[in-house]
């Protein structure tokens, strides 16, 4: 089950300490001109840096093996090489028997009798590079379409931030070392992560994500509903616990008459006054802007001393994650619920026909 | 799109008020024991009833046309047939040309150029009976391993009911009308009901699910996590708008020591202290209880007048849904969302091994 | 594993001797207008008749019970229902422990530990009847773009038929009661089956079917070759037992130059001289006349004593198979031929977006 | 459609003339010791040489970047590069706007409206060194449960071979530069193909694959039964026009009471005394040796002077593959028939949960 769409799937592969993680594209288009620079750009975007973030260099460049020639698409598949560089196991060794608490570790060891003990293997949010190649593909598609994405934090450590205009929104939290789009709640937010810093400890977040010009009519009744597809696409992502779609858990406390839309005609078109659907119903898009939320669960890497088993032994431990860790992973998971959004969008795409076979 | 299911695939068909609606079963273990009556309790539980309900007349007796011979199953595809009785369309033909607001009527029709106007015709809630019907079946298997699946309204209009044992919860839940677990709260959310009826409008809430006795190891990484199958199970239900596991949103704001569960060794077994992670890690099934949450809107159907457009016209008018509508769709949500959570797990054991293909 | 399709997804269901059979056609295009006559039509070209074929009486009367309004497909799953009459399961209670030889009694037991023992349950040609109802609306869609699909026997019992063209052959086998294309032929393959009968034996044959009109593009790189894919779906028959493309085997016996079809143009258009590919390059169309063949073993249903085993005894049994059986299938397997050949197309033609989601 | 399988599922990538090829394998169960040594030796088997085949010099190492560790799978995704060297397109520049004839320029064309007119791109049989590779692990998971894949010619240009044992006829055949298990008719064979050599043609053959020990039980009812899923996969390689199991299309002339394996007890076993079905009875293998049997088409790719189409000047034109060519594919053929009868296999062993998740 490593592989991600109907149409446009994509197979990630590769483990956190392994030699490289990848993925195949199979079912883009042909005749799309691949952008590497707007690539490696994305790529940057996901990269650890700065004092919020991992330590871990990661070069993250992305070497397309197939499926391209002189620049376009063949609509054969894309294969993807990222190599891992400056791998350092040395501090998984000491606790290669300890089951990390809040990572995947004792889960995988369940399901497979055996996990890669070097810096969460498969389970890393390593593997997120590949996802956001692949996405960074899927955008230059929807970029032909006039279809944006803005992705940003919407939430750290409890301070909750504004945001009025999603472009905007994206524009200032792009500038902010922690995708913040709120100038005024920033200073705040970094505080936070620092304080848990100081205490070896992390902090979550929310992030938030809106696709701007989705034509209606994206979405498969019954089981491939839009909002379910998306649900599924940010939830795969490590460290999320909960997605919204609109206002999310908040419809729960309206009333019928508060929380639909009213149907109205501007400009000579169908559109929705307010948007609270989150431009999706009956699990189909509507042509509003189409927003999602995830939590993003504190980073289970804190090198503060945490109750765990040692499974050689068969005993009570105590373990303290050392390793180089992001304090909060919300401004990096930013990129990659862009990537995962964009991944079912030029996937619902293809299959309303909307996006041809050539382009 | 209408399959769900890797290995226990479930096609489900039919309009709200055509012949009838049904589904499909693929991948059902052969030698199961049908428990005819078990199902028909399901089905109980699903169908309106009471004041605080729908007053359509819904019989749901399931009739199963194959793969199931002298009351076991024989590993073929099991055809469930629920007929349509006591439908009544007349109430729509008056707006037949109107696109209702919250509903699907114009995200169907911007797909496809058609739609049933008829009750909703696929989008209706009326399709979750077969999901109910399939789910039954998958209990069935479940119950074969020990897994117990408990549902409950945990939010109705803004009253929110406590639970301390799930079990209880849904024992206590299952003789209330409004399936709450919370005596205490009953009648506050009731009121806040019947204040939507008098008003001509409708109320939401949260429905929670808890499933006990989960082996550990289901789920698929990386983009089969038991997590991210749960939230697209959930989400594809009509009128849910969020999902979350374990504590979900709430994680976001909670340091990672505070979130973290600590592992320990309790009567020689492997276990996690707190299950904030909902029983899931990285994933993958920890043995823990399994908890997700779902937020349902206030359902759309109100008999206040609304603001909408006629597409025959195409200007803008004013409508109320008459027909027979559930003021609060969450009571009868709640068997949905087990059968939808009892589904993916039958999947995920088939997926691991667990349950084999020959009961 | 009881679904067929990428897009187009056929589910079939049902045992010979259960309530029903019938399937889910999920992924229909909306705007199809549904022809009734012409899928009776279809469904009376399988269903037994004459002295060639088995006495049993089918009604195969199609119930559609979802999916269309008016007559119009909906985009949403079409259900097919047709009721299993005159089912006679006596003549097989006495060898319901006995392995029916060249049948799938014992590999159904080895595979679920149970089969239905009347009249081969799901292994059963009874099963073909969705199919052929599911072709019947692959053929409606097809009819709109231009494609026709002929079937026709090519060879029964040893006995090769002539023919030169698909569309001819396919009129004057219409008539025949043993679908034979070669007027002079056709009396020596009946008094080849006639011997067959009285000898208490039954023969086999070769089934043709020729897709006129197929545009070029069809088929996907490199597992999804529109060769393969056609293999699959016509070996998936029961009783197939071999399949080729064009002169299939014979080009085995050829050199390269002999087979290579000369790329010519003709009234402005790129064509292919000689269409020994049957209409396939590289597992694509190339717009020349798709060819296909399927080789049909003789009936395993003989009257003829036969060694088994009884698996209640474990011992070894003389078995005769009573019931009413066909002495050669070809003639009735043509139209399901055709039809997984038109399903083939039509999901390959969604694939490709020439047939669009809303026609 | 790049992938191939349900539960162990190969995604293959590369053009022949791109900087590599490879595949990912996903679902292959933890806990494998990958043998190199043997991989590397499956490899060489499909590597051009000798006087037989293409002069192209094929290094293809083998590396492995993901999904295993410590020489043992991890039941992650394996991430397998295979670098093409020494690629010389020089020839095809010469003739880079002509189809041509035989192969899949045309259809290619248009499908994507591009193609890769370097030696054929993704249409290549170099494609096949991916399945070779990922046929070699499924191999190892086959061998630990006893099964053996025999593969050899068994006809070459018309030349028959005769084959009593399999085992033997392989062992035979691997010996044979042609891999022709007939040592009396391997002269007349090679001078065939020597004929053909000098006269700037090729030839074609059949391919036999012979399948030992394979449990009873395997294969999908109904559109997953065994031979539709072989069938699907052998014609899936490139060259291949027909497939058949048992004794194929020789069935079509035979009496029922011919056919028809008696079943008998042998050492206590139900066993069927011919074999002539091919170990497939009802698309379910019946525990004796599956015997599958492909028809090669001569290669396409001839100096013989032939006509086509240029289809930048729109007009006819007279065309010589010049290039690096096996004249007869069918050698180089045996691997990857066995590759893809050992994929299906393995695939199946997983379904029906003969092989474990963990080894």
């Given at each position: 089950?490593n592989?991600?769409?109907?149409?446009?799937?994509?197979?990630?592969?590769?483990e956190?300490?392994g030699?490289?993680?990848?993925?195949?594209?199979?079912?883009?288009?042909?005749?799309?001109?691949?952008?590497?620079?707007?690539?490696?750009?994305?790529?940057?975007?996901?990269?650890?840096?700065?004092?919020?973030?991992?330590?871990?260099?990661?070069?993250?460049?992305?070497?397309?093996?197939?499926?391209?020639?002189?620049?376009?698409?063949?609509?054969?598949?894309?294969?993807?090489?990222?190599r891992?560089?400056?791998?350092?196991s040395?501090?998984?060794?000491?606790i290669?028997?300890?089951?990390?608490?809040?990572?995947a570790?004792?889960?995988?060891?369940?399901?497979?009798?055996?996990?890669?003990?070097?810096?969460?293997?498969?389970?890393?949010?390593?593997?997120?590079?590949?996802?956001?190649?692949?996405?960074?593909?899927?955008?230059?598609?929807?970029?032909?379409?006039?279809?944006?994405?803005?992705?940003?934090?919407?939430?750290?450590?409890?301070?909750?931030?504004?945001?009025?205009?999603?472009?905007?929104?994206?524009?200032?939290?792009?500038?902010?070392?922690?995708?913040?789009?709120?100038?005024?709640?920033e200073?705040?937010?970094?505080?936070?992560?620092?304080?848990?810093?100081?205490?070896?400890?992390s902090?979550?977040?929310?992030?938030?994500?809106?696709?701007?010009?989705?034509?209606?009519?994206?979405?498969?009744?019954?089981?491939?509903k839009?909002?379910?597809?998306?649900?599924?696409?940010?939830?795969?992502?490590?460290?999320?616990?909960?997605?919204?779609?609109?206002?999310?858990?908040?419809?729960?406390?309206?009333?019928?008459?508060?929380?639909?839309?009213?149907i109205?005609?501007?400009?000579?078109?169908?559109?929705?006054?307010?948007?609270?659907?989150?431009?999706?119903?009956?699990?189909?898009?509507?042509?509003?802007?189409?927003?999602?939320?995830?939590?993003?669960?504190?980073?289970?890497s804190?090198?503060?001393?945490?109750?765990?088993?040692?499974?050689?032994?068969?005993?009570?431990?105590?373990?303290?994650?050392?390793?180089r860790?992001?304090?909060?992973i919300?401004?990096?998971?930013?990129?990659v619920?862009?990537?995962?959004?964009?991944?079912?969008?030029?996937?619902?795409?293809?299959?309303?026909?909307?996006?041809?076979?050539?382009?």
């Amino acid at each position: 089950m490593n592989t991600f769409g109907y149409l446009f799937r994509v197979t990630t592969w590769g483990e956190s300490h392994g030699k490289a993680v990848g993925c195949v594209i199979d079912g883009c288009p042909a005749g799309l001109k691949i952008d590497h620079e707007f690539i490696a750009k994305e790529m940057q975007r996901r990269k650890p840096g700065g004092i919020f973030s991992s330590k871990r260099r990661e070069e993250d460049v992305v070497e397309i093996l197939s499926g391209v020639l002189d620049d376009v698409t063949l609509g054969t598949p894309i294969s993807i090489l990222i190599r891992n560089v400056d791998v350092d196991s040395s501090s998984y060794e000491k606790i290669r028997t300890v089951f990390r608490p809040g990572h995947a570790d004792f889960t995988y060891w369940a399901k497979f009798g055996i996990y890669d003990w070097r810096g969460g293997g498969r389970a890393s949010g390593r593997e997120t590079a590949a996802r956001v190649a692949a996405g960074a593909i899927a955008k230059l598609i929807l970029k032909r379409f006039g279809i944006k994405i803005f992705g940003y934090a919407k939430e750290i450590a409890g301070i909750k931030f504004r945001v009025e205009d999603p472009e905007k929104a994206f524009e200032i939290s792009e500038k902010s070392p922690i995708r913040c789009p709120d100038s005024e709640m920033e200073k705040l937010a970094e505080e936070k992560i620092v304080e848990a810093i100081e205490s070896g400890d992390s902090v979550g977040g929310i992030v938030e994500c809106v696709a701007k010009n989705v034509p209606p009519g994206l979405g498969e009744p019954v089981f491939g509903k839009l909002n379910a597809y998306l649900a599924y696409a940010v939830m795969s992502i490590p460290a999320v616990k909960g997605v919204e779609i609109g206002r999310g858990f908040e419809v729960s406390r309206l009333r019928g008459s508060e929380n639909n839309d009213p149907i109205i005609l501007k400009d000579g078109k169908i559109r929705f006054a307010k948007n609270d659907a989150g431009g999706i119903l009956g699990g189909i898009s509507n042509g509003e802007d189409v927003v999602i939320r995830a939590a993003v669960k504190p980073t289970p890497s804190i090198s503060k001393e945490q109750r765990s088993i040692d499974w050689e032994k068969m005993e009570e431990v105590s373990v303290s994650v050392k390793g180089r860790h992001d304090p909060c992973i919300v401004p990096r998971a930013v990129p990659v619920v862009e990537a995962m959004v964009s991944l079912v969008l030029v996937d619902c795409m293809i299959l309303q026909q909307i996006v041809p076979r050539k382009l």
